[in-house]
C-alpha cells in the first residue's frame, strides 16, 4: 500500500478549508447560557469578601463563588491550585468568582457588578527574591521542585581543565498564543458532567472533574472539539476551565459556554517558565569538552501545575547534543505571585539549550574556533552516553543533520565572506562603521547554528506507569461488501495531523486504503487512555500502540483467510458475522531494557532523541538593529517521516515560533500583571517576518517507532531557532547576548554598553 | 435596523443592531461559523471575509455600514461539488493545520489571486500579512496559495 | 466594556455633508456625545479598552464613511485632494499618487497588513490624533491642509498646527474633517518613508519618519519632515526642517542633524520601546534621509 512515507493531503482539511469543521465556539445547546471569570486584580493578597452591587438586576445571572465548589482543588501533579480563591490570592487573574447569563450584554454588566475585596499582600515576582525568600509563599523556601543529575567529577575535571569557561543565560515567558482561544461547552443530565472543549488532554480534564465533584469515571464525558492550536497552553489549563464551566452549570441547572477573550487568555493562562541558567564548562584547546556543570532555575509561577516535569526536561537537555565525560547538573524551580507557568512546546528543554547553546558559541569564541566545526568534533554518537549514563544504542543521527545543514546553507562560504571572524570586538564601533558608499542603509549579514537534541515520549519510567491503550474497531456497515475500521484513542489532532498520519499508520498495517479507515472523535466515554497528547510522545508512542493493535486485527483476519480461504475482506465479514464488530485494543509496552531509577535521575531518560540543526542567516540594520531572517535551515532527525509533508509543517511552524520567542516576543510584567496582554502588543511573526525554511528530513529509523521508525518530532523544532538567531546576530554585528529576547532595544542597549 | 447583504450570492435581509459587529451577525443570526474570531480587534484577521471583494476583518465592521452590500466568506469559497483551486490546494499542501485561522487566510488569498492571478512570493507573503498563523510558519500557506495559482493558470489559459 | 455592548449604540446614516453638519451642530449645542464613525479600525478596538458607558448616555454614531463630499482622491493643478473617507487601500492604490507622492503610498503600504487598509481612513487618522498615526506623518511631511467642515462653511488648518496635544487636534465638536489637501511634490523631489514597527507588517510605529525635500544647485528649496512616535504628538521635526532648507546642503554635519532632532522629539519609554531607542532611531532616520538626498542630489 505504501502510505507511510508519503504525503496524503490531511485527512481534515476539506472540513477546515470549507468552514464546516466546528470548534467549540461553534456549537451550542438549547438553552446555553455564556460564563464569565471574575478574577484578582492584585499578585497577592487575602480574599476578604466579594461585593454583590445590590442595585444590579441579578434575575437570571448565576454567581458561583469558592462556597459552590465540591473539592476545591485542581487536579495535577499536586492540589495546590484551588478551583476557584477562597481566602489566599496567589496571582494576578487568579479567578474568585464565576457568572453566568443569557447573553454578553448581561454578562457583561453582571461581571462589573461583582467587586473582589482583597487585602493586599507583599508578592514575590522575580526569581531572585523567590530565593531570598523575601517572603514565604510557597513551603519553607519557595521551592517547588529540585533535581540533580551527576555524572563523574565535574567540578574536579573542570578545574584541571586548560580552558575553563563560566557565563549564566537567561530566558523569558512566553505565550502559546494558540489563534483559537480556549473555550468549553459544559453540561450536565442523568448520565452526569458532559463537557465539549478545545483540549489536549482529555483524560486530564476527566481526571480533574472526577476529584472536584467526586464523581466515578462512568459519570464525566469530556469530548474533544476541534482545537484550533495548543502548543502545550492547552495541556492542563482546560481542566481549570472544564471545573468552571461545569459549576456554572451545575448551579444554573443549564448548559454553559465559556470562551476566553484575547486579553484574558494572555492573562490568565500558563506561558513558558522564565529560566535562568549558569554553565561552568572545561575544555582543551583544540575544544575538546570534558566537564559541564549546570545550575538551572525556573520560575514556576503562583502554583505547582506541571512545573516539576517541565524543570526535569530542562535538566535532563542541559548539557546538549555533545559528550561530557563529567556533568553535575542542578536544576530548582521557584515559586512567585505571577500567573502560573506550565507547558509549552519543548517543556523545558528550549530553556536550556539555549543556555547550552550560547556556551558552545562562548567556548568557540574563546578559541575562535568555527562554531559548527567546534559542536561536530563534540557530537554525541551511537554508543555514546548522556549524563544519565544512557547508553545510545541507535538513531542518533545529529552528524548527518549538521552535514546536510552546513551543506545546504553554504556555511563554510557564507561564515567566512559575513560579518567579522568570531572573536568579539568593540561593539561601540558598529555605531561608527561607515555606510557603504553609494548607499545611505548599513546593514551587516551573519549566520549562525545551534545544534539540539530533544527526548521523545515522556521521561523516564512515565510510559511504563500510564500504560497507554489505543484500540482499532473492524465493523460493517448495513450490506457492504468490506468492512470499515475506526481508530480509537485519546491522543488529539490540535493541528499537527495526528488524524491523517494514524489513518496512515493503521491503513498500511491493515492493508487496506486510508477511506476505510476512521478517527473517532476523542471522548473519554468511547476511547481508551493512550495518555496526553504531549512530549512528542503521540506519532511514536501511541502510533506504535495503533500499529501494534492493527497488525493484531491483521493476523486475526489474515489466520481466518487461510483457515477458510477467500479474500482479505470475506474472512473479515466472516469475523464480523459471527463476533459482531471486532475491538483490537493493546497497551502500550515499554521496551524491556528501558532502566530508570528516579530517586537517582540514572537510566534511559527517554526510548530515544530526535536531533538536529539549525543554522539562520541575519541582516541587521545597524541603525534600528532590526533583525531579518534572510534564510534559515533546519535539518531534523525524524527517524521516519510518515507524512513528509505534514512533518514538515510541524518543523517550520515549531522553528518560527522559536523565532518569534527570539526576535519579536516579549511579556512586559509589572506588578505581576501583564501589561501587554493583546496580539497588537504581544507580537508574534507574521508571513513577511517568517524567513523561507529551507527544511532537510534526515531519517535514522528508531527501531521500535511506528512506520519503520518514527521518533518525536513535534517539540524539537522549538529548541535550536534562538541560539541560531543570536549567533547570527553575533556573527553580523559582533554583539553577544546571553539573554533573551533579542528585540532591536535589547542589541541597541547590547551595542552601546559592550560585552 | 433593517439590512440587507448579499451574502454568498445568496440576498439576505434581516434586523439587527446597526452596530452589531459583522461578525456577530455572520456566527449568529445568518449561522455561518467558518468565519472565526481570534483576537476581536483586527490583529489576527481569522475573521477576514471579502467586503465587495475586498478583504476586511469582520469583527471590527459594524452590520449598519454593509448594508446593501456584498459579503464573501469561506462557506462561499467552494462550489456545489468541488472544492476550489485554493481549498485543494491547502489540503494538499499542509496550508492548513489546526485550521482556525484557515478561513481568513483563504479568504486574503482569494482576493489576493482575483486581483493578481500570478503572484510572486513576496505579494503572496504581503497579502496575508494581516493573517496571524501560529502552526506552519506560513511556508506551506504560501506553497499552497503558489500551487493554487499554478493550479488555476493551466485551467485558463492565457 | 464587552464589544457585545456595541449593539446597543444609536446609529445614524446622514445623506449628505451639510446634513451631517446640521446633526453634529444640534448635538454640540445640547451638550450631547457624537462620534464620527468611518473605518471604525482604531473606535471600535478602543471600546474593547474603554469601561462601559452609561446606557442611558450613549454616544450618537454617525457613519461618515459613504459621505461623497467625504470620498475620493483627485489630482489637479499640482494639488492632491483626498477624501477624508478614503481609505489606505485606495490610497496605496492610486496610480497618480504613487507615481508623484511615493511617500504616500509607501505609508499606506506599511498601515496594518490589507484587511486594515481597507478601512481605515486619512480622516480616522487625523482625528485620532495618536501620536504613531503613520498618515498624519506622511501628510505632514507633505504640508497638508486639513479642511473642517460645520454649518458655519469651511475653514483650513496646516497639519502642522493641526495637533494641540496628546490625541488632543483643532477640530471643534461640531466640525468634521472633510479631506486633506496638499501642493504634489516636484518630480524627482526626495522622498522617503521609512518605518520601524514592531514588526515587519501588521505593526504600530516605534518610530516612523516621513520626509520631503527638493533641491536647487545644492540648495534646499523645499523641506517637509513627519515624525510618528517620538513625542505626545505628531513632529513636524522644525529644527531639522530648517537644516533641510540651508543654502548648502553638503555643509550641514551629522552633529547639526542629531541636534536638531534631539530638539524636536520627546520620546518616551512605553510598551513598544524605549526612549533611548527611540532617540537613536530618530537621529539615525533623519542622517540617512540628509545622505541620501546629498547622494540624489548630487548625481
Redesign the interface.
Known sequence: MALVGRSVPRADGPAKVTGTARYVDDLTRPGVLLGATLRSPVARGRLRGIRRDPSFDWTGVTVVTAEDVPVNVVALIEEDQPVLASDDIRHAYEPIALVAAEDPVRLARALRALTPEIDPLPPILTIADALGRKTQIHGPDNIFATYRISKGDAAKAIAESAVRLTGTYRTHHQEQLYIEPQGMLAFWDARGAHLVGSLQCPFYVHKGVMRTFSLDDAHVDVTQAVTGGGFGGKEEYPTLLALHALLLAKKSGRPVKMIYDRQEDIEATTKRHPCEVTISSGCDREGNLSAVSVRIVMDGGAYVTLTPVVLSRGALHAAGAYRWEHVAIEAIAVATNTPPNGAFRGFGAPQTIWAIERHMDRIARELSADPLALREKNLLRVGDTTPTGQFLKESVGVQRCVEEARKASGWDRKRAALGPAAVARPVSAILRRPAPGGSASRKARGIGASVFLHGAGFTGSGERKLKGRVAIDMFRILKEKKPRFTIRTASTDIGQGTETVFRQIAAEALWVSMDRVDFATPSTATVPDSGPTVASRTVMIVGSILESAARDLFARIEQNRQDHGGSFDDAALRLIARDGTIVSEKTYETPADLVWDDATYRGDAYPVFGWGCDIAEVEVDLDTFETTVIGFWVAQDVGKAINPVLCKGQIEGGTLQAIGWALNEKMVIQDGKILNARMTNYVVPTSLDAPRFTTILVEDPYSKGPGGGAKGIGEAPMDGGAPAIAAAIEHATGIVRDDLPLLPEDLFAAGRTGP | MRMTFVVNGLSRTLDAPPLARLLDILRGPLGLTGTKEGCGEGECGSCTVLLDGVPVNACLVVAGQCDGRKILTVEGLASKDALSDLQEAFVKEGGAQCGICTPGVLMAAHALLAANPQPGEGEIRESIAGNICRCTGYQRIVESIRNAAKEQATREPG | ?????????P?E?PGTLAELCRTLSARAGRREKTVL?A???DW??ER?LAP?EDPNDLPL?L?V??LPEMRGITVAKEVATIGAAATF?EIKSHAVLSRRVPVLTAMAREV?????Q??GTLGGNLAGASPAADGAAALMALDADVVLASIHGERRVPLTQFFTAYRTTRRAEDEVIVRVEFTLPRTGAHQVWRK?G???????S?VALAGVAEVERGRGVRSGFGMASVAPMTVSLPSVRALGLAPSLASVSDEELDAATRRDISPIDD????A??RA??AS??VK??F??LR?AAGS
Open positions: 466594556m464587552n464589544p457585545a455592548e456595541l449593539a446597543l449604540y446609529f446614516r464613525l473605518g471604525g479600525t471600535i478596538v474593547r462601559a454614531v457613519d464613511s459613504r487601500l496594518g497588513a490589507v484587511q486594515i481597507a478601512r520601524v514592531t514588526r515587519a507588517a501588521q505593526a504600530i516605534k510598551l513598544r520601546s524605549t533611548a531607542y537613536h532611531v539615525a532616520l540617512n534621509f545622505r541620501e547622494i
